[in-house]
């Protein structure tokens, strides 16, 4: 019997809207969480096997974390396993073969259209600072340090050539922070916390003391 070791997972990167695929041997998922690392930076999810069982660690495109548990049958064997977020029923991406998976994402309205139009490295101003204040922001939200004032904060960010914005989608507002000059990063390196006002559009910079 002839096994296939090779998985195929497809993701949204709710960061840059764009459809991620990450290729992993199944030999290669353990206890330690395998991370999923977007093209733009973003670290975009995990993957961790747990006795018999896998999770699949993501976010929505609206930036909810989303968690899904596999019986190591399917996560393992099924040709083409389709990841739906359970709140609203969003497809998230695919899990399977590789050309299964290949020929979902091509027909699938939701992550076709946003392979093309995703960011890619050389995109970055200055890829460097942008990874670093991506690093940092990624760290602060796992912190739970990356909040909104408004009745049901919900902080997701996404990601331009020179800057990132932090936006609640609750209540719209945003903060802009520039990741294209060292300063930036050390601004950013710098930060504590950010915790936004409901409805507001803010530039991250020194006078905006209330962010930090
Ligand atoms: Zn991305
Ligand atoms: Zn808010």
Redesign the pocket.
Same mark, same amino acid.
Request: one cysteine or more.
């Given at each position: 019997m002839i096994v296939e070791t090779e998985r195929t997972l497809a993701l949204l990167c709710p960061a840059c809207q764009g459809t991620q695929f990450h290729e992993f041997s199944i030999f290669g998922i353990g206890h330690k969480p395998y991370p999923l690392q977007c093209r733009c930076g973003f670290a975009h999810g995990q993957v961790q096997r747990t006795g018999s069982r896998y999770t699949i660690n993501a976010f929505s495109l609206t930036g909810e974390h989303v968690c899904l548990a596999f019986p190591a049958k399917e996560f393992l064997r099924a040709p083409l396993v389709v990841l739906i977020e359970p709140t609203f029923g969003d497809n998230i991406g695919f899990l399977g073969r590789g050309r299964d998976v290949q020929e979902a994402v091509a027909n699938s309205d939701a992550l076709s259209q946003s392979s093309g139009d995703a960011l890619d490295v050389e995109d970055f101003e200055n890829p460097d600072v942008m990874y670093a204040v991506l690093a940092r922001l990624q760290q602060l939200a796992g912190e739970g340090k990356i909040t /909104?004032? /408004?009745?049901? =904060? &919900?902080?997701g960010i996404d990601i331009y050539p020179e800057k990132v914005e932090l936006v /609640? &989608?609750? /209540?719209? &507002?945003a903060v802009v922070i520039g990741a294209s000059a060292p300063y930036h990063q050390e601004r950013v390196a710098h930060l504590s916390e950010i915790v936004?006002e =409901? &409805?507001s559009y803010a530039y991250l910079s020194e006078r905006l003391k209330p962010l930090i």
């Open positions: /909104c004032r /408004c009745d049901h =904060p &919900s902080v /609640c &989608s609750f /209540c719209g &507002s936004m =409901p &409805s």
